[in-house]
C-alpha cells in the first residue's frame, strides 16, 4: 500500500503538468490537429472554429455613428449656418440648417444645436421673404412730390422734403416677395455654392443629405430617418405655403395707372390748370372761377383717391398667392407606398427591408 501510495505521489505532478501542456493547446473539434493561435479556421478541414484564442494586441473597434458625429463637429455646422445668415446669405444657410437636419436625425443627441438648427432656418426664410425694394412712387427717397400749377396754367413737379410720400408712408420702400421662380433662382444659386464647398471638405451625398468624411455606412432605418428629414417641407414654398404674387412682386399693391398722377393728384379736368374754367348760360359763354379744384389747379386722383398707389386685385393686396405645388399646406404629402416609413417590407420568402422605391426613403410624395 505504502509503494501505490508513493508511486501516485510521484506521477500526480507529471499528470498536472501534461494537463496543462495539452489545454495550453487549440485542437479542431473536427479532425483533433492542432491548430495554431489566431486562426479562425482549421486549416486541414477547414472547419471553422468554435473560438479563437484571444490576441494579445487590442483589436480596432469601428467608429460608431454617434462618435463621428461629435457634438464639435454638430456645433461647427450650426456656425456655419449662423455665419451665412449674417453674411446675407439666407438660403445657403436654410440649406445648411436642412442638412444639419439630416445629421441630428442619425441618433446624436445635441438639444442646442437642434434647437439652433430651427432658429436658423426661420430665419433665413424671413429673411428671404422679408426684402424691400424702392418705392416705385417716389423713388426711395420718402418724400413726396407736388404738383403745382403756374397763374398761366404751366404744370411743373416738385420735390417736397418734409412730405412723406403717400404710397409708401415716407420709408421709400415695398415688400417683396419672390415668387416661385424667383425662389428656385434663389435655391439653385445657393445650393451650386453650399455642394462646392461641402464637395472641398471631402464630404459625401447620400439620397440627399451630405455626411461628413469617416462615418460608418448607414443601416436603413438611419437612411429613412435622415432622408425625411432632409427632405423637409415643400420644394417650391419652403414650408411658407404661399409665394409672392407675381403681379405685384409681393408688394400687395402697384403704382397708381392713371395717366399724369403725381402722388395721387392730376391737373384739373375742369380748368387744365388755369383755375378759370369756361361756362355757357343764356347762350352766352364766360370765365369764372373753377369750382371743381377750387382754383388749385390740381384736383385729387379719382382712380387712386390721392394714395398714389392701387391695391392688388390679384392677391387682394396680401401679395402673396397660395402655393400651387403643396395647395397651401408648405408640406410634401405622405408617401401612400410605405405610408410615410420610408421604407417598405418585399414580399418574399424571407421579406427583405428595403428603401421605398417610390419616394426614395424620404417619406414623402413629389410634391
Known amino acids: 500500500v505504502r509503494s501505490s501510495f508513493r508511486l501516485s505521489a510521484l506521477l500526480l505532478p507529471l499528470f498536472l503538468f501534461a494537463s496543462l501542456a495539452v489545454a495550453a493547446v ?12 489566431g486562426l479562425v479556421t482549421c486549416p486541414h478541414c477547414k472547419n471553422a472554429l468554435a473560438s479563437a484564442p484571444e490576441s494579445s494586441e487590442p483589436t480596432a473597434v469601428p467608429a460608431s455613428t454617434e462618435s463621428a458625429l461629435s457634438p464639435a463637429l454638430l456645433a461647427s455646422e450650426l456656425a456655419s449656418a449662423r455665419a451665412a445668415l449674417a453674411d446675407d446669405r439666407p438660403a445657403l444657410a436654410w440649406l445648411r440648417a ?26 433665413a426664410m424671413a429673411a428671404i421673404y422679408g426684402r424691400e425694394r424702392d418705392c416705385p412712387v417716389c423713388k426711395g427717397d420718402g418724400d413726396a412730390t407736388l404738383l403745382f400749377v403756374g397763374f398761366s396754367g404751366e404744370a411743373s413737379e416738385r420735390k417736397t422734403p418734409g412730405a412723406k410720400c403717400p ?15 424667383q425662389l428656385e433662382m434663389i435655391f439653385g444659386q445657393a445650393q451650386r455654392a453650399f455642394l462646392a464647398g461641402l464637395r472641398e471638405s471631402g464630404w459625401a451625398g447620400a439620397g440627399g443629405l451630405w455626411l461628413p468624411p469617416g462615418l460608418p455606412e448607414l443601416d436603413l432605418h438611419q437612411q429613412a430617418a435622415a432622408r425625411s428629414a ?28 392713371e395717366a399724369g398722377c403725381v402722388c395721387g393728384h392730376l391737373l384739373c379736368p375742369d380748368c387744365q390748370g388755369t383755375r378759370r374754367a369756361t361756362v355757357t348760360e343764356d347762350g352766352r359763354t364766360f370765365t369764372r372761377r373753377c369750382a371743381t379744384c377750387r382754383q388749385t389747379g390740381v384736383v385729387v386722383c379719382p382712380t387712386c383717391e390721392g394714395k398714389a398707389y392701387l391695391t392688388c386685385e390679384e392677391c387682394a ?27 417598405r417590407t418585399e414580399r418574399t420568402k424571407n421579406g427583405t427591408e428595403e428603401l421605398c422605391k417610390s419616394c426614395g426613403g424620404t417619406g414623402r410624395g413629389k410634391k
Do not use: Y
Not at 26 to 37: D, I, N, W
Not at 167 to 181: L, N, V
Not at 230 to 252: I, K, L, M, S
Open 317 to 343: 393686396g396680401s401679395g402673396e398667392s397660395s402655393c400651387t405645388t403643396c395647395k397651401g399646406s408648405g408640406e410634401k404629402t405622405m408617401c401612400k407606398s410605405c405610408a410615410g416609413t420610408g421604407l
Open 26 to 37: 487549440l485542437l479542431c473539434p473536427r479532425c483533433g490537429h492542432e491548430v495554431e493561435p
Open 167 to 181: 404710397a409708401c408712408d415716407g420709408t421709400g420702400s415695398w415688400p417683396i416677395r419672390p415668387s416661385s421662380d
Open 230 to 257: 432632409v427632405a423637409g417641407p415643400c420644394d417650391v414654398c419652403r414650408g411658407r405655403g404661399a409665394t409672392g404674387c407675381e403681379t405685384c412682386a409681393g408688394a400687395g399693391r402697384i403704382a397708381c395707372t
Open 98 to 123: 436642412r442638412n444639419l437636419a439630416g445629421l441630428l436625425a442619425l441618433g446624436p443627441s445635441a438639444p442646442p444645436v437642434a434647437s439652433g438648427r430651427g432658429e436658423v432656418e426661420r430665419a
